[in-house]
Structures are given as C-alpha cells and as structure tokens.
C-alpha cells in the first residue's frame, strides 16, 4: 500500500514537471495491490502438516488408550497439555506471537505420551514435556531452529532422570484386569535381551505386549505413517532406509549367530522402532532436507540401532539412534547437495 | 495413459476454463498506443520517426544496427506525438514513442510476401524474420533471428514447437493451436528450413486436448513429419530445458544453452508471426493477450495492437469488476504485478490476468521447517531455502557455489512452501546482488 502512495505522489510530481506525461490522466478507481511473483500459492501450510501428524498418530493413540485405559487416557492428556502450555507461555515471555495452533507443540506433547511406559507417573511426564518444549525447542527460537527432536530430548532427559520408573513395564492383558500397577513385566526386547524369550508376531503387530503406551502396535503406527506418506507429510526415504538397514544389518547378525541374536522380523516389530521411523526420524526440523541427506541419516538410525540393541547395555536404542543422528543433520546437510540439472561433475 | 515430462516442478490449479473455449477476438483499433524502443532482450532501439511524422501501420519506428537486436513496427496509422519516457509493465519508465490515430483507416506498410518459402534462401528467410521484428513470444522476447543463427561449431539436429503454455490462466497458445493451425505449422517448418533440421516436435501439455488433436490432424494432412506429443501437465514444463529433457531426454548442461545439446525451441506465437511475416510479410505489430481471471467482467483472447494500454484493453474485455485488487502481466507464476493500467501491451505481453484477493492470498511467512517441499519442487535441482537464507544474509559467494546463478526463477519453490516464505524473490535478490558483485570485480 505505502508503494501505491509514493507511486500516486511521484505520479503528481512527474504530470507537473513535464507536459506530455499522461501520467495526468490517472485516476485511480480502485488502487491495485502490489506483490512480487508467484502470485499462486500451494494449498499446504505448516498448520496443516503439523495437525496431520497429529491425526496419523491418532491409531496408535487409540491403541494406547485400548490396552491401557485410564492411564493412557491421563498420561496423554497431561503430557499434551503441559506442552502446549509451556509453548504459549513462552510465547508470551519471548513477546512472540502464539505458535500453539500450528500443531507442532501437540505434537511433542502427544509422541512424549506415547513414548512412555503405562505406569509411569503423571507428574514425570508433565516434567518431561516442560523440559521437551523449554529446552528441546524454545530455546533454540520456536519451531524450526531446534537442532533435537523435542519430543525425544524430553524422554532422554526423563530417562536420565528416572531411570527406574522409565523401565517399568505394564503387559497389556494384566493391566485391563488387575489395573496398570499390578505386576510389572519386561518388553519383547528386554526379555529377549536378557531372558533370551523371542515374543511371537501377532502380538507384536497388535500390540499385546509389554511397552510404552504408543509403541506397542505396529499395525497403528503403519497405518498412520503410511498416511503421511501417502500425503508426502513424511519423507518416505526415512522410514524405508530406516526399517531396511535394521532388517539388513540386524539380518546379517542373525545369519551368523541365530541363537544369540533376534531375527530381523522381530527386530522391525518390536520396541519403539516404528514409531520411532515413521514419526521422530521423519521430524522435518531435525532430519536432513537433501534427498540423499534422507538415505544416508535412516541408515544411520538402522546401524546405531542395531549396535546399541545387541551390543549396548540397553535393550532399547531408537532414542538415542535417532537424536545423535538428529545432531550430525547439518553436516549431512552440508555434504550432498543434489547434483544441478545438466551438472557434470568431474 | 503416462505423458513424458521432467522431474520435480508443482501442479497449481490452471484456471483455463475461463477462456480456453473463447474464441480469439480481433480488437478495435486503439486510439493511441505507446511502443517502448525496447521489447527485447540485447541492444535498444533508435527512434528514425519525429515528433508529428505520419507514420503507416507496420512502418518501422526504431531500430538498430546492433546483431542482438529487433527493429520496432509502428502498430497504427497515425501521428507521433512524443518520443519521451513512460511507465512500462516491468515497473520502471523507459523511452517509447506514443502515437496517435489519425483517422480510421489502417493502412499497412506490408514487406513483399515471401510466397515460395520453400525455394527461398535461408539468409532471406532469417533476415525477413529480423526485419519483421519478431522476437521469442512466449515471454522472454529474446530475437528470434539470433535463435535462428547457431555459431557453425553447435550443430543442430531437432528443433521443438514449445506448445505448453504451461502457466495458470493463460490460453493465448492453446486458442492460436485450435484456430491457427495450418499458420502455425507453416511457420514450424519455416522455422525448420532456417536451421535446417529434419527432426520436429511438438510439445503441448495434457490439459489441452482439443489443441492436440487439432495439430496432429493437420500435421498429417499437411504431410509434415513432426512428432507431436502430449506432455504432463506440469509447472514450468514450458521452461526451455525442462521441455527439452521432457521431449528429448536431453539435459542442458549447466550454464549452458539448448544448442549445446543441439536443439532449438521457439514458442507457438513465435512460429505463427514467422509464417505471417514470410507468407503476408506483415511485421510483428500485434499480438494474442489472454485477459482472464475472477476480476475481468468478460474473459476473453483477444488480437491486440502492440502499444495499446491495458485499460483499453480491460474496457473492451467489459472493465475490472469491483472485486478485482491486482492485475498482472504474464501469468500467475513469473507474472508481474501492475500499479497502474495505462502501461502498453508489449511483444511479451502474454496475459493480462485481473484477479480478487479471494484468489490471491497475502500472507506471513512463518519460519523454515526444513520439510524439503521447495527442494521437491525446484526443477533445477537447486536448494531453495538454502539460496534464500543466504542471499538474505547477503552471503552472496556461498550461494554462488550452491548454484543460485542457475534458477531459473521459474517460482516452483515460492508455491510449494508450506511456511510461504518468499523463496524465490529472495533468490531474485540474490542473483541480482551476485551480478552486481560480478560487474565490479570486472570493473
């Protein structure tokens, strides 16, 4: 607008300075707005995207909800909750406009909630979403500049800080009938890490087994990921390497010990490598923007996963897989930039 | 059914139903017109007409004796009435002669027609079509006599129709390639006896079906050997190099031009004028304008005077309605925002597109989500947040390496960005202070 009124104004100026200008003849009926090209826009907006996701996780949600009841109900509630608060709260301490109806500190919220065990208690995951949103993302300025994925720092911090609490587990069929406090049990992981008892399939794929609230169905989290691909929300390069290097490198293990590694199928089913390839590593924030970028940072996920699941002191390596990959995405920025149309590089 | 095309690029919504089934409507001659001196890319124009000369329709106005470079016509029969500065399309005020009509009579200065094309040399072909001043139309109005001159070292083995017309809005192409056929193929094969290639295709997107029929019912009654193909219909798949890679499969190196991978594309436009200048020898003095869009009362393509304001033009397509707030020149995507309506139709003027805020939204941008949607889009390849970030910090040498010289500010990335930052108008920026930069080191 202010262009149209210097416009108007240097108009004047010429019409009188000069004879002949037909600048006089302009009269402005209705004033015409003034913007620099492309004047059409994609349909798509951050909003969109990020509420998306939130829908993706909603099979996985349901799941939770499913196997453990009120528990998961309360756990995620608290956790969104005290992330979307965090998040306008900081806003206005930063003196920012509010950034909670983007979705994306529903989003930290909700994957905090799913990431942890049933029995776990409210007032850790309320800790653990502060922590998420404070330090995961605001601090680095809001979405967008956070290096981690907020979701993931806020679980690796409550596990750093309640180690106990954070792998104590709750199985499915005891706690619908005897409450989520009643006998602890061990994940699919765990009691093949250290019972060596391999869990079957089906209860993997349905999520009749012992883990955190989101993580136990691997057929909810297929659906909803596959919806982001399919909407192209998610890069399908994450996931596919991802998936494929654990199958292949877990694979190659297992070829060569089978009684003392797991096989690749129980790898790919089970802990919270699902939710973990469809959901966190495909963060947009955190993992690399360059095609080639994707491939390399999903096989990066697979391998670190893989040692620390048969190697580290840690039955579970999905977090940590993904964060220090999560740490070296600028590099790998930096690294494979795509070749140039008709570039030929020597 | 699968068409050919080229990798990445977006698919905006068209908006062709406005007017792709309008038939092109001849305007009425226009009271006044003003020529700017340059229309092309290369050397300006001199004026060789006085203030108060009588000029003809077609008479030539300006020129110059420069190689890249493309005399102008005089586009009615009237009265110069000044040669000074005026406000232009791309913004600025630049040199045009403004002429007035005298009576209503059109009378043409016509060149003699060049009836047997086919027996014709070459040389007297290329310099009809410079001395016609024919220039490419599809946009970038860059002469067409110097496309057709290739250095002897580039041989040149096919030659492409480029019919996609692949911007939202704009059906002038589409409308010429249902109702100018037999004009357009005939200026084809000029084209072709020029560069004296036998290999000819014809490129149109997808989403114009009865435009494909209508060139390959006539290509075989005409006898021609030229492929024509159906394309996807994809943004910027008009684009040189991507037309060139959809149809050939040839890639054109970086940095260079469509004769280093021994081919030359000219618009639809472009070959309709070459055969009315060798067959009618009339000189490039009008042109079809698509007027279009939510804020024109009646759409319509019309034949234009080359000069005539936008207004005149907007008044006969029945005015701006009141919901209209901006018009652009050229399409919606590379298209350019107008402040003011007594700007001349020039020889790129492709569209004049009038549109409501409904349409056009303004937005904020909000911060980069890394989500790769404009790496996605970007037909060359090319990291568009990444230029934009810099050029906006001004670190001009590190975009350079990352190939910011190479957009072809097709604006892909812009429309794809979910944060709608202005990706592409910060890469404009960025290759302007990179330019700047280059000329001062040589300087």
Redesign the interface.
């Known amino acids: 607008m202010a262009a149209e009124k210097q416009d108007r104004k240097k108009n004047k100026a010429k019409s009188a300075e000069k004879k002949g200008d037909r600048s006089k003849l302009i009269e402005v009926e209705q004033p015409l707005i003034l913007s620099s090209s492309p004047h059409e826009y994609t349909t798509d907006s951050v909003p969109r995207i990020m509420w998306s996701v939130v829908g993706a996780l909603m099979p996985a949600t349901i799941m939770a909800v499913y196997y453990f009841r009120w528990a998961a109900v309360a756990m995620i509630i608290a956790c969104t909750a005290a992330a979307v608060a965090t998040e306008a709260i900081l806003n206005r301490l930063k003196g920012d406009s509010l950034t909670v109806k983007d979705g994306s500190a529903a989003i930290t919220g909700l994957l905090l909630a799913l990431t942890l065990p049933p029995g776990f208690s409210i007032s850790g995951g309320i800790i653990g979403s502060v922590f998420a949103i404070a330090l995961g993302k605001q601090i680095f300025g809001g979405l967008g500049f956070n290096i981690f994925n907020p979701a993931l720092l806020g679980r690796a911090f409550l596990q750093a800080s309640f180690p106990v609490a954070i792998t104590t587990w709750t199985n499915p069929s005891t706690a619908k009938f005897a409450g989520i406090d009643a006998v602890s049990a061990a994940t699919p992981l765990g009691q093949f890490k250290f019972e060596h008892i391999l869990t079957n399939y089906g209860d993997l794929l349905t999520g009749n087994i012992g883990g955190s609230l989101g993580e136990t169905s691997a057929i909810a989290l297929l659906i909803g990921g596959l919806y982001l691909l399919i909407k192209k929300y998610a890069d399908w390069r994450i996931p596919l390497s991802f998936l494929g290097s654990v199958f292949i490198f877990g694979g190659i293990f297992w070829l060569f010990a089978p009684d003392k590694y797991p096989d690749p199928i129980f790898q790919l089913l089970s802990g919270g490598l699902m939710l973990g390839a469809f959901f966190m590593a495909t963060d947009m924030v955190t993992s690399p923007i360059t095609p080639k970028g994707s491939w390399i940072f999903g096989i990066g996920c697979g391998v670190i996963l893989v040692i620390i699941r048969l190697f580290g002191g840690l039955p579970e390596g999905v977090m940590y897989s993904i964060l220090l990959m999560n740490a070296v995405t600028p590099l790998i920025n930096r690294y494979t930039r795509p070749k140039f149309f008709g570039e030929v590089r020597a | 059914m699968k068409f050919p095309t080229f990798k990445k690029g ?1 698919h ?2 068209d908006y062709k139903e406005f007017t792709n089934t309008k038939q092109i409507e001849f305007m009425p001659l226009p009271d006044e017109v ?1 020529i700017p001196l340059q229309q092309h890319i290369g050397a300006p124009c001199e004026p060789v007409v006085d203030r108060r000369d009588e000029v003809k329709t077609g008479q030539i106005i300006a020129t110059s004796d420069k190689f890249v470079s493309s005399p102008i016509h005089s586009s009615i029969t009237g009265k110069v ?2 040669i ?1 500065t ?2 232009h399309p791309m913004g600025s005020k630049v040199p045009m002669i ?1 002429i007035k009509r005298t009576g209503d009579e059109d009378e043409w200065e016509t060149m003699e027609p060049i009836t047997d094309w086919q027996a014709a040399s070459v040389e007297e072909l290329r310099q009809r079509i410079h001395d016609a001043g024919i220039v490419g139309l599809g946009g970038a109005a860059f002469p067409t006599h110097v496309k057709l001159s290739p250095p002897d070292e580039k041989p040149i083995d096919s030659f492409i129709l480029n019919g996609c017309e692949c911007e ?1 809005y704009l059906t002038a192409d589409h409308r010429a390639m249902v109702e100018r056929t037999e004009t357009i193929l005939t200026g084809m094969s000029i084209i072709m006896k020029v560069l004296g290639v036998k290999n000819g295709y014809v490129g149109i997107e997808d989403n114009k079906p009865d435009a494909i029929e209508q060139m390959q019912k006539q290509t075989s009654e005409l006898n021609l050997d030229f492929d024509v193909l159906a394309l996807e219909t994809k943004y910027p798949q008009g684009a040189e ?1 991507m037309l060139i ?1 959809s149809v050939l499969s040839r ?4 940095g ?1 031009l469509p004769m280093d991978v021994g081919v030359v594309v000219h618009n639809v436009g472009t070959a309709m004028a070459v055969a009315e200048a060798i067959l009618e020898g009339k000189p490039l003095v009008q042109r079809i304008v698509t007027v279009t869009g939510e804020g024109i009362s009646e759409p319509k393509n019309v034949v234009a005077r080359i000069g005539s304001t936008f207004r005149n033009i907007l008044d006969y397509c029945g005015g ?1 309605n ?1 919901k ?5 020149m ?1 399409g ?11 700007v001349p139709v020039i020889k790129a003027t492709s569209g004049i ?1 009038c ?1 409501t ?1 409904k349409r ?4 904020d941008s ?8 404009c ?2 889009a970007c ?5 568009p ?2 230029l934009a970030r810099l050029s906006e910090m001004k670190k001009i040498d590190e975009a350079a390496d ?2 910011i010289q ?1 957009c072809i500010e097709c ?1 892909s990335c ?7 930052i ?1 990706l ?2 910060w890469i ?1 920026v960025g290759k302007f202070r990179l330019s700047e930069q280059r000329s001062k080191q040589a300087a």
């Not at chain 2, 209209?324 to 652009?328: C, I, K, L």
């Not at chain 2, 909000?366 to 949607?373: D, E, H, K």
């Not at chain 2, 812009?414 to 709608?420: D, K, Q």
């Open positions: 977006v905006p919504k003003f009435k000044a000074g005026f406000r403004h939202p190099k890679d890639k054109v190196p970086t260079g701006l009141e209209a707030t901006q018009v652009f050229g919606p995507m590379m298209g350019i925002a107008q402040s003011d309506l007594e597109i549109e805020s056009v939204m303004q937005f909000t911060p980069c989500i890394r989500c790769g949607a790496i996605d037909p060359m390849n090319l990291l947040t990444r990352l190939g190479n604006g812009a429309f794809a960005c979910p944060s709608h202005p592409v108008q404009r």
